[in-house]
């Protein structure tokens, strides 16, 4: 059996099903430090996007506190900014801050028209709280809920102490990367037995695992892309299965005419 090196793997992963028959034969471990080194280049390119993105934000907001230090404050949970209101859309991202509205007041209408749906990352300020969006992930932070009044020169501060958020960002976006590929490739293996009944390969769990976590190597790339392109593509995980799923059945039918009942038992 021919060793192929991380590369090779990765290129043949995507282009040639006949390497999953070389896949299926070796050990589970590698198969999954591939993982690991594929979760470690594609998500710190993800992770060094999203920081760049995090830090231009940091930059801008430190300014427009600078410059706009009399007229912002925070002060018995209501938020005061001079200029009402600001929208910034730009690469995938919406910011929205209008303190002359509670989020309730602003209404449903007014956050219909925003499209937020078309934007893979927003963020909106209103007199009583704060609404961040990230991937389809919503965090709320009321304003009621800070004991504390804030002012300009605060914020600040904080915000320089949180330029070294971009370490965090990266050790998110590999170490969650990892984990959650061994997941989807767990996911895609569940789905793939039922597959594997239906093409009638008698292929052990074990081994239908193996070839699942080199069949998320092109729908991995896909999602780097978008994410690195701030491209919001609604129920990507359907396609992120989908695409899984079809390198699984091109490797069943492969496996199926290649390789007997007695070899797939031994192979594990």
Known sequence: MKKMNVAEKFIKSIIDIKSYLVFLKERTSKAIIYILLLSIILGGIKGFNVSRNIQKAINETKNYLTENEDTFKLENGELTVGENPILIKEEGV?????????????????????????????????????????????????FSDITTNIYPRDVINILNAASIVWIF????????????????????????????????VKIKFKGLYRISLYSITLPVVIDTIFVSANVRVPMFSLIFLAVSMVYIYLALKLIKKEVTEEELFIIG
Not at 98 to 105: A, E, K, Q
Request: cysteine-free; overall charge negative; glycine content about 8%.
């Open 94 to 142: 919406l910011v929205l801050v209008d303190t002359s509205y509670t989020y309730d007041s602003f209404g449903q209408k007014n956050l219909s028209d925003l499209n937020l749906e078309n934007y893979i990352n927003s963020v909106l300020i209103f007199k009583d709280r704060i609404i961040i969006n990230n991937n389809g992930q919503q965090t709320v932070q009321n």
């Open 169 to 200: 960002v990266l050790l998110i976006y590999t170490i969650g990367g990892f984990i959650g590929n061994l997941l989807w490739a767990l996911i895609i293996t569940l789905v793939g037995t039922v597959v594997s009944y239906i093409v009638k």
